[in-house]
Antibody
Framework: QVHLPQWGAGLLKPSETLSLTCGVD????????WSWIRQPPGKGLEWIGE???????NYNPSLKSRVTISIDTSKNQFSLKLSSVTAADTAVYYC??????????WGQGTLVTVSP | DIQMTQSPSFLSASVGDRVTITCQAS??????LNWYQKKPGRAPKLLIY???NLLRGVPSRFSGSRSGTLFTLTIASLHLEDFATYFC????????FGPGTTVDFK
């Protein structure tokens, strides 16, 4: 069973950089894409981007200029950085495992609030 | 970008009801369509992948179908644990989700 614990700061000020990390327990990084998805309060899910074990990335064009997803294969974990955050970035952020479009395993979610 | 719309946004139902949720893609996405169930405070749960394939462990009262760019999730007989929000997701291009359909108690 794959478990994706995630952690990171939950309260940010506008213009700061969001930073979250997701561990991969019980499975290999190889053969999958590792994704970040968010859900603003009262809204739907938004795909942020993904990375594979080789470091190849794909980003949502709407966030691409501010997003960096990285992977550390030695620690079996991957990370999200989102720069210049605003209140619109307030959301629950999820890490997840993507196998050819199927997102079967999810982290527990981290509420990130952007407030002055 | 591929846009996904869902109908209805909210649905009031009772245990035992047959529930149908639709998801419309703005363009052809082939069979690249999944359905998720989400409950407050929990991560989404994949129910159906590639239009009509149930993930292992998902009850057979759930089913999915496709007609062109219109996709349908059906719950044959609603159980108490099925009251939740349902999202469709396409992965033909940049992955995107529908806005969700909340199934609430009538």
């Amino acid at each position: 069973q794959v478990h994706l614990p995630q952690w990171g700061a939950g309260l940010l000020k506008p213009s700061e950089t969001l930073s979250l990390t997701c561990g991969v327990d019980g499975g290999s990084l190889s053969g999958y894409y590792w994704s970040w998805i968010r859900q603003p309060p009262g809204k739907g899910l938004e795909w942020i981007g993904e990375i594979n074990h080789s470091g190849a990335t794909n980003y949502n064009p709407s966030l691409k200029s501010r997003v960096t997803i990285s992977i550390d294969t030695s620690k079996n974990q991957f990370s999200l950085k989102l720069s210049s955050v605003t209140a619109a970035d307030t959301a629950v952020y999820y890490c997840a495992r993507d196998l050819e479009g199927l997102i079967e395993y999810w982290g527990q979610g981290t509420l990130v609030t952007v407030s002055p | 970008d591929i846009q996904m719309t869902q109908s209805p946004s909210f649905l009031s139902a009772s245990v035992g009801d047959r529930v149908t949720i639709t998801c419309q893609a703005s363009q052809d996405i082939s069979n690249h369509l999944n359905w998720y169930q989400k409950k407050p405070g929990r991560a989404p749960k994949l129910l159906i992948y590639d239009v009509s394939n149930l993930l292992r462990g998902v009850p057979s009262r759930f089913s999915g179908s496709r007609s062109g760019t219109l996709f349908t999730l059906t719950i044959a007989s609603l159980h108490l644990e099925d009251f939740a929000t349902y999202f469709c997701q396409q992965y033909d291009g940049v992955p995107s989700f529908g806005p969700g359909t909340t199934v609430d108690f009538k």
